[in-house]
Structures are given as structure tokens and as C-alpha cells.
């Protein structure tokens, strides 16, 4: 089992930042088939039913860029919303994969809810022993709401469903790694 993900979240007025570091006990390349693995991300990841990459270009031997759209919900607590997202996500091989909304979609609220949302994983090789192997994967997030949310609510929220999704992609990365459940978290 992982530890608990930290997730810290800063407020300024409407807009959130987040930040996360992970310790684990992978290969960046096992990390990284993990993070970009769209179509497979419903199978382990919460709040997201439908992934599926709509375009897919080679801009030189280590980036590309994608459009990706995403079906899904964004939970609290007993609060469940449905979203779609669309996102533009560029990848620099095995260092960086970046998404920003395009569009975003939030149930009722539809395009009022979110006005900027961004989210980049960093990978960095801490250890290449083939025995051992430990890669940082660094997460942070951008977001930004065109609604005010109540005051402890919002971060709560924000919190809570970042840390639920990097505990998943966590267990994810350990699974296909072959090995035990763990991640030291920071932040």
C-alpha cells in the first residue's frame, strides 16, 4: 500500500496551486508507460470513466503533442458532478508530460465553473540501479474557478481528489513494476 500522499494546496482568492512529490520505487520508464497510458487510465484512476486520445503528433524524436478528452466526475465529499475535459497535453519523452485544458465542462455549471486548469508530471531518476531503481515524480496543478468556492471547501475539495488520484497512479506504477505498494511523499 502507499503511504498517504501529501498534497499541498495553496489559495490565492479563486485560484488553487498544487504541489506533490513522490518517492517510488520504479523506473522512470515504467512511470512514465504509466502517467501517458490514456486509454487505460479509467481502470485505475478516480472520477474518470471515459480517456481517449483524439489526436496524436510527433514534433521531433522526444515531444508530441496530444488532444485528449476525458469523461469523469469530481467528487466531495457526498457531492459528485460530472465533467468532461479536453485537454492539449505535450510530452517530453520520459521528463514531462503537461496538460492544459481546453475545454472544460463541470455538469451543471458547464463552462461558468473553471476558467484554467493545468497539471504537469516531472520525472527525475534518483536511482538507476536495475535492482533498485527510484524515480521523483514531481506533480503540480494549476487551478483556476470562476465561481467562489466557500472558503475551507475549495482546498479541501482540491486536496482531497489530487491526493486520491496520485495514491491510484501510485498503486498503478507499483503493480506494473512487480513490486510492493510504497511511495514516499513530500509536500
Not at 11 to 23: N, P, V
Not at 92 to 103: F, G, H, I, Y
Request: proline fraction near 5%; include cysteine; hydrophobic fraction near 40%.
Amino acid at each position: 500500500m502507499t503511504d498517504d500522499v501529501k498534497v499541498d494546496v495553496r489559495r490565492s482568492g479563486r485560484r488553487f496551486e498544487a504541489e506533490a512529490l513522490l518517492d517510488l520505487s520504479a523506473d522512470a520508464q515504467t512511470i512514465w508507460e504509466t502517467i501517458t497510458d490514456y486509454g487505460a487510465l479509467p481502470s485505475f484512476m478516480p472520477g474518470i470513466r471515459t480517456c481517449r486520445v483524439i489526436e496524436r503528433r510527433t514534433l521531433t524524436k522526444t515531444t508530441e503533442h496530444l488532444v485528449v478528452e476525458q469523461h469523469g466526475e469530481f467528487r466531495f465529499l457526498l457531492f459528485a458532478q460530472a465533467m468532461t475535459v479536453r485537454l492539449n497535453i505535450e510530452h517530453l519523452l520520459l521528463r514531462v508530460a503537461e496538460a492544459k485544458a481546453v475545454s472544460f465542462d463541470l455538469g451543471l455549471f458547464k463552462r461558468r465553473a473553471i476558467d484554467v486548469f493545468e497539471g504537469r508530471y516531472e520525472l527525475t531518476p534518483l536511482s538507476r540501479r536495475r535492482s533498485a531503481p527510484r524515480t521523483q515524480l514531481r506533480y503540480t496543478a494549476v487551478i483556476g474557478l470562476r465561481l467562489p468556492p466557500p472558503p475551507a471547501i475549495g482546498s479541501v475539495a482540491v486536496r482531497q481528489n489530487l491526493s486520491a488520484q496520485l495514491e491510484a497512479v501510485a498503486r498503478e506504477i507499483a503493480r506494473r513494476s512487480g513490486r510492493p505498494a510504497s511511495a514516499s511523499t513530500g509536500r
